[in-house]
């Protein structure tokens, strides 16, 4: 087990957006979580990834409790995630933003950046030279140069998942992968997802609203419905819980309504 | 080897502006007081890259670098004349290292307010920065109007005089490339980029791993820092300081010639530091002396002009060749 979340809560205000949620990740896993529009799926990322603290409850990755640490010591711990809405750093270069991603490991002191001395000059050649094969791998290498903003959408979402892995996560957080993407797109992602795990030895945890993508490549499935988990297990159990059904379309009608 | 070189490579420009301002004086094809003003625009310019490194690269919107300016001027003045008090000024070497030493004392008072100002709210988003800011200068002009109360010497509002003379080419010349070779060093290194991504996307940056607030802390605190050196060249280079020349309008002036230049861009910072300064002091000589308030009408106008022409700025996302970053290109 490499993340166990145990009643995990948070309020705004009066709105409960998690409310008791317990899931557990296993290493090497790819796990989908899916419910209907604001049923809590992107709070529980924002509250694991420590944009958000809880009000209750605890995150463990690896044994080690986590909950209601600040943003960057988790990602250095090792969980790391890609936004719904696209957050690229959108004036710098695409090289940039995944260079950006090097900063929790630098080794030269500020001093030495002021200076420029060899160590200077060593590391960050190093690092393009990393950032370069890197880039390769998402066939991004000849727009490297060019600024974020000016990608296509698609590459501007791969570019993200780039910038994500190049911090070297463990436990890699998907919101929304496919949003916006035609079916065949939607295709080569699901490859992608399945390759990028396989190379990076990662645990993938997805939001989507695609059932194409989450039957797909999903081993197992998390259902959230008015911040808890209605319902979990593999994608053939879920098409037919009949609660998941009810979250998505409603109760069935009684029949004195009918004809 | 690399070194080397690049010690090389910073003491050209230094000695090209020193040596080029010797040469124009010495045959009299500049007189002082066009030396003075490029010594104020050298100055400004120092004060202009460190308001850059806050709002252009890390995205901080502050509106009190002048009250940040004037602690400098102050401090630096301040030391300068306890020394020349208890030493004289009249011994060349150890005058100067004084005088260096009264800077960094300025812009060491400067970079300290900068983090009493920024510990609080730095954790809150970059709007509560630009309040505080400007609530700080407010009480800073307050205080410089009646510091003679407390120490005689800083003047109050009568302003404070008997500053020695020391600021020099040379001097302005020296401050300015190490300005320009520390901004473009830092930002074109890692720590730069992780101050960029704050200004690009805060959540982005965190989820990066990126300490934002420390790094907040450290591109505000750096760039007050510059500001403060730039006060107390400014004190030894005018001999008197009043506090309506670090009142919150002259806080505007600096931000004026960031935007104009281009936020996060170092070339349109040096050019409009420059331009703004010998546009207002040529207006002044071109027009006639009672339309010279009309320069108060001339700038907001081109202001407005380069907002509707170029709203990036002068320069965009060019830099100058020796601005741009070898390492990685």
Redesign the interface.
């Known amino acids: 087990m490499i993340l166990e979340v145990k009643a995990l809560t948070r309020h705004f205000g009066g709105v409960r957006a998690l409310d008791g949620v317990d899931f557990h990740l296993d290493r090497g896993e790819l796990v989908g979580i899916i419910g209907p529009n604001g049923s809590g799926k992107t709070t529980l990322f924002n509250v694991v990834t420590g944009i958000y603290r809880p009000d209750h409850g605890t995150v463990a990755l690896e044994g080690e409790g986590i909950a209601g640490w600040p943003p960057h010591e988790i990602t250095r711990r090792g969980i790391v995630r890609t936004f719904q809405n696209i957050r690229l750093f959108r004036d710098l270069t695409v090289m940039d933003n995944v260079r950006v991603a090097h900063h929790p490991h630098v080794k030269y002191p500020l001093v030495s950046a002021l200076c420029r001395t060899p160590a200077f000059y060593r590391e960050e050649r190093q690092v393009r030279k990393e950032v370069e094969s890197f880039l390769e791998i998402f066939s991004l290498q000849d727009r490297r140069k060019e600024l974020a903003r000016n990608l296509p959408y698609g590459d501007q979402r791969k570019l993200e998942i780039a910038r994500a892995l190049a911090s070297r996560p463990k436990i890699l957080l998907l919101d929304e992968p496919a949003a916006g993407m035609n079916p065949s797109e939607v295709g080569k992602l699901m490859e992608f997802i399945l390759r990028i795990r396989e190379r990076f030895s990662l645990t993938v945890m997805l939001i989507e609203h695609q059932m194409r993508l989450v039957m797909g490549i999903c081993e197992r499935l998390i259902v959230m419905d008015f911040g808890q988990v209605i319902a979990r297990g593999l994608p053939s159990e879920i098409q037919r819980d009949p609660r998941v059904v009810e979250a998505y379309l409603g109760e069935e009608v009684p029949h004195e309504f009918g004809p | 080897m690399?070194?080397l070189k690049?010690i090389g490579k910073a003491l050209f420009p230094f000695a090209v502006i020193a040596g080029g301002m010797a040469a124009l004086t010495g045959r009299d094809l500049l007189n002082p007081y066009w030396v003075q003003i490029f010594q104020l625009a050298c100055v400004v310019a120092v004060s202009a890259l460190g308001l850059n490194l806050i709002y252009g690269f890390t995205g901080l919107f502050s509106l009190g670098h002048a009250a940040f300016f004037g602690v400098g001027a102050y401090t630096s003045a301040l030391v300068m004349k306890m020394y020349v008090g208890a030493y004289g000024d009249e011994a060349f070497l150890p005058s100067q290292a004084a005088f260096l030493g009264s800077l960094a004392a300025g812009g060491g008072a400067a970079a300290l307010l900068a983090c009493l100002v920024g510990l609080p709210t730095l954790r809150l988003t970059s709007d509560y920065l630009g309040i505080a800011t400007l609530g700080f200068g407010v009480i800073m002009k307050v205080l410089f109007d009646n510091a003679d109360s407390v120490l005689p010497q800083l003047g109050g509002a009568r302003g404070m005089t008997g500053i020695v003379k020391m600021t020099s080419v040379p001097w302005v010349a020296l401050f300015l490339v190490a300005a320009v070779i520390?901004v473009r060093?830092?930002v074109h290194?890692?720590?730069?980029?992780?101050l960029?991504?704050i200004r690009?996307?805060e959540?982005?940056?965190?989820?990066?791993?990126?300490?934002?607030f420390r790094y907040k802390v450290l591109g505000f605190t750096a760039g007050c820092a510059f500001a403060g050196v730039a006060g107390g060249l400014y004190a030894h280079l005018y001999t008197f300081l009043h506090p309506s020349n670090f009142d919150f309008f002259k806080s505007f002036d600096v931000l004026m010639i960031v935007v104009l230049g281009g936020l996060?861009n170092m070339s349109g910072t040096l050019v409009a530091s420059f331009g703004w300064i010998f546009l207002l002091e040529g207006l002044r000589v071109a027009l006639p002396p009672e339309y010279i308030e009309l320069r108060w009408v001339a700038i907001p106008l081109l202001l407005i002009a380069t907002m509707l022409l170029r709203p990036q700025g002068l320069f965009g996302?060019r830099e100058f060749p020796f601005l741009r970053s070898k390492?990685?290109?």
Request: glycine share 10%; net charge negative.
């Open positions: 690399e070194t690049n520390i060093n830092l290194s890692s720590y730069g980029r992780a960029i991504s690009e996307d959540i982005a940056a965190s989820t990066m791993g990126i300490d934002t996060g996302f390492v990685y290109r």
